[in-house]
């Protein structure tokens, strides 16, 4: 066993985890080959402490179980540059120090490569990926750069990229007159009224995420569809939603009512600006995109 597995293992915490104990742990089929340079291993120092045992969590982090709670983890060890670029992981010294199963090991790594944060290749073993290989619109990687190192950049592009996307899909969902879809918005944004009524801030999130998203589905381009779940995403990590939903007022509650209408009418021009007055009612958006003039 090398020094660094058996610090790590000296680290850990003792309470029993039901899981398999590093003694029990198997030779993995993608570990670095023998030959490879282990120069640049990763400490484990800033891992999460409570994460000593993951199993020691509660069960089911994020709905996804042991591999979810691992994924979190080391994603946001990655992003936080906790583990630069081109750094070894070595599986079997990753479920030592997290005193984790093979076979969660793995899967987890697995997630990650498919986010594009990690690669595996033959002799080479699997290593941490840069950012350029990042994919960014994933909502886990946006989640773990909006509230790690990178905080103000990541709030700061997802308000540009919102104030791109939220003012189209607006223009688009007004030629689609679907009433199903009016009266959901309209419930949202009465949900919203009460929940600021009653100081109810996750009720009034979860209304004005909803709100958000549907409209994005709504819009009838089915690439824009797929950023909902952008849009989704910074809703949750900034602070409350870009939109001054943070800090609810009567204003957003009002932009959010003339979307509903100008849905209603059918105006699409009417829609896009109620929009745009929206996205710039919180300060920090004001910084990146002007306000509407005034005509």
């Not at 120090?97 to 899967?107: C, G, L, N, P, Q």
């Not at 790594?109 to 594009?116: D, I, N, Q, S, Y």
């Not at 009512?257 to 958006?285: C, K, N, S, W």
Request: proline letters at 6%; hydrophobic letters at 40%.
């Amino acid at each position: 066993m090398s020094t660094l597995a058996h610090t790590m293992m000296t680290a850990a915490r003792s309470a029993d985890s039901g899981l398999a104990g590093p003694g029990g742990l198997d030779r993995y089929p993608y570990a670095e080959h023998p030959g490879v340079d282990r120069v640049g291993i990763p400490s484990w120092d800033g891992a999460d402490p409570e994460l000593g045992r993951v199993g020691r969590r509660t069960a089911g982090s994020r709905g996804r179980g042991l591999h979810g709670q691992l994924v979190q983890q080391l994603g946001q060890m990655i992003v936080s540059g906790d583990l630069g670029a081109d750094r070894p992981l070595v599986p079997e010294e990753i479920g030592q120090r997290f005193e984790v199963s093979r076979t969660v090991v793995r899967e987890s790594l697995r997630v990650l490569e498919a986010k594009g944060l990690v690669s595996a290749r033959p002799n080479v073993g699997t290593r941490v990926r840069p950012v350029s290989d990042w994919n960014l619109l994933d909502p886990d990687i946006i989640e773990w750069r909006a509230f790690g190192p990178q905080r103000d950049d990541q709030r700061r592009e997802l308000s540009e990229l919102r104030w791109t996307i939220e003012p189209l899909a607006a223009r688009l969902a007004a030629g689609h007159g679907r009433d199903d879809v009016q009266q959901r918005l309209g419930d949202m944004v009465e949900l919203m009224g009460h929940a600021m009524a009653q100081g109810d801030a996750l009720t009034f999130s979860r209304a004005d995420a909803e709100f958000h998203s549907l409209l994005i589905q709504v819009a009838g381009n089915r690439m824009l569809e797929h950023l909902s779940g952008i849009v989704s995403a910074a809703l949750q990590v900034s602070g409350g939603p870009a939109t001054g939903c943070d800090r609810p007022g009567e204003s957003t509650l009002v932009h959010h009512a003339r979307i509903v209408d100008a849905l209603a009418a059918g105006d699409g021009g009417a829609a896009e600006t109620a929009m745009r007055q929206l996205l710039t009612v919180h300060p920090e958006v004001e910084r990146v995109v002007p306000a509407p003039r005034e005509h």
